[in-house]
């Protein structure tokens, strides 16, 4: 039918439309930021020494002053997310792949990886920067090194998950080991790996962000760091917001394309 009862569009499969829905979400969504800002607003102007928590118009005016090299900060922390969360995540699912394609390879990776999963990445910050100095260098290692961790431990599980039944059938029909992985598994582990691509994004910037609070000449956490020492709190806040807005878009990106390339799967969106 195209219509379910009590009104309201579906598609083929019987799910409701997204269009009005995710438009609800949406004014849901803006409605609460715009009351979280409100609040904000009424406590800073009331209750709250700008000092500890700066206004909105405070972070306003920051931004007006700080425009030249807030936006070189922002690029240079986007550069170090975006090369190092995507060299890991990539690393991770080839390094993930192969060892479930071959035992050999998974009984050489497995114990390292098992013993370098439990250590914190922030905590080898200061080797880094005493083997690669304060450029790029070790903050990219450094990124890719937390995402290959989560993605390479994601996609071994995937693969575990995936139901033998589906492996029996191309089997039966014929289908080559390759062909199963190309038609059957990689399919399968793709709506659990960009679940482990958001998990992904945000330790890309944590550690971004960390590592720029160590040793770095440009970046968002190197001006966190400077305002910290003037107590130029206004700037510090400018920072972390500039932070939480972008790394919620990347996700938001991430969730986009996940949804396209399993447009296939059922989901309860």
Known sequence: M????????SDLTGRPRRGRIVSKEALISLLTVLMVVAIWYYLTDSFIDKLFFPSPMDTVLVVGRM???????????????VVGMLAGAILGVVCGIAMSWNKWINSILDPLIEALRPIPAVALIPFFILWFGIGDTGKLIL???GGFTVMVVTTLEAIKHVSPIYIMAAQTLGAS?????????????TPPLIGGMRVTVALSFALVIASEFMG???GLGYMIMLARRTLQTDAILVGVIIIGITSWIVDRMVRVIGNYLTRWAPSSD
């Open 2 to 9: 195209a219509e379910r009862q009590g009104g309201g569009k």
């Open 67 to 81: 425009e030249g090299v807030l936006v070189g900060y922002f690029f240079a922390t986007m550069y170090r997310v």
């Open 143 to 145: 990124t890719a090194l």
């Open 177 to 189: 080991r390759l062909t199963i992985y190309r038609t059957v598994i990689l399919p399968a582990i």
């Open 216 to 218: 770095a000449q440009s």
